[in-house]
């Protein structure tokens, strides 16, 4: 398994924007998709968005289409996150997740690894 570890959260105000970062060690993330997962309290943990190994194609649930951007450096072994226009319902712990396969897949049990998750809060 790969190990993640986000970083990037933080309180704003709604409007504004965070950077999420997720740095991935111990085997290759350079051969899998990646994703971001979000968990508020009292919820189940959802998709966000996901990006294939190569970053040539991407997928978003509707929520986040239009506000939210992911993308990866593999030579830097890093996704991240870019989230513009937040709004208080984005407010949750979000974690990056490592695929068992290769295309922008967004169940799930299509992920193995998974960060600790940062905490992301977002004020009216």
């Known amino acids: 398994q790969v190990q993640l570890r986000e970083s990037g959260g933080g309180l704003v105000q709604a409007g504004g924007s965070l950077r999420l970062s997720c740095a991935a060690s111990?085997?290759?993330?350079?051969?899998?998709?990646m994703g971001w997962f979000r968990q508020a309290p009292g919820k189940e943990r959802e998709f966000v968005t996901s990006?294939?190994?190569?970053?040539?194609?991407?997928n978003y649930a509707d929520s986040v289409k239009g506000r939210f951007t992911i993308s990866r450096d593999n030579a830097k072994s890093t996704l991240y996150l870019q989230m513009n226009s937040l709004k208080p319902e984005d407010t949750a712990v979000y974690y990056c997740?490592?695929?068992?396969?290769?295309?922008?897949?967004?169940?799930?049990?299509?992920?193995?690894?998974w960060g600790q998750g940062t905490q992301v809060s977002v004020s009216s």
């Open positions: 997740a490592a695929a068992k396969k290769f295309y922008a897949t967004s169940r799930s049990a299509d992920f193995d690894s």
């Open positions: 111990g085997r290759t993330i350079s051969t899998v998709a």
């Open positions: 990006i294939g190994y190569i970053g040539g194609t991407t």
